[in-house]
Each structure stands twice: as C-alpha cells, then as structure tokens.
C-alpha cells in the first residue's frame, strides 16, 4: 500500500502497536473493502483483472482478506487514532 500512508509513519506504527481498543467488525470489513477496491485498482492500471488474478495464485476473496486482516485492524485503528489526535 501507498508509502505515504499514515500507517507507515513509524510514530503512529508505535501508536497502533500499544494502543489496544475494541474495534466493531463492520470497520475491519470496511477497511477491508477499500484495500481490496484499492488492490484491484493497482490491478486494474496493469491491465489485470482482480479474479483472474486470485484464479492465477490459487487463492479466494476470502483468503486474500483472511492474509489482510491485521493490516485492515492496524488502519482502522490508525483511523480512530489520527481521529481522536485531531480533535
């Protein structure tokens, strides 16, 4: 995902890490949806489509996102957090 994701910065990385919260599973699948729209993008500019391309690694929506998972968390807490900095 893009470098100059807020993720990637090292503070909020350290932030995610020790922050510990509840998060509601619709914001993990929302998160998940947009990595997904943004993966099949990049797909998409390199004139490969999303299916073809799980068809070709053997692998399914629900694998992809299952590999995702910790990742779509530490966004979504990074949402709230950068959020919650804002405020």
Same mark, same amino acid.
């Given at each position: 995902?893009?470098?100059?994701?807020?993720t990637a910065?090292?503070i909020m990385? #350290?932030?995610? /890490?020790?922050t510990?919260? %509840?998060?509601p599973q619709?914001?993990?699948?929302?998160?998940? $949806? *947009?990595m997904e729209?943004?993966?099949s993008?990049?797909?998409a500019?390199?004139?490969?489509d999303i299916?073809?391309?799980l #068809?070709?690694? /053997?692998?399914t929506?629900? %694998?992809?996102h299952?590999?995702?998972?910790?990742?779509?968390i $530490? *966004?979504?807490k990074?949402?709230?957090?950068?959020?919650?900095?804002?405020?």
């Open positions: 995902f893009p470098s100059h994701d807020i910065h090292p990385e #350290e932030l995610v /890490k020790e510990s919260m %509840d998060l619709i914001l993990v699948d929302q998160e998940l $949806a *947009r729209d943004e993966f993008a990049d797909l500019r390199m004139g490969m299916n073809k391309y #068809e070709q690694i /053997k692998k929506r629900e %694998d992809m299952k590999e995702w998972k910790n990742d779509a $530490a *966004r979504a990074t949402q709230i957090i950068a959020a919650k900095i804002a405020e």
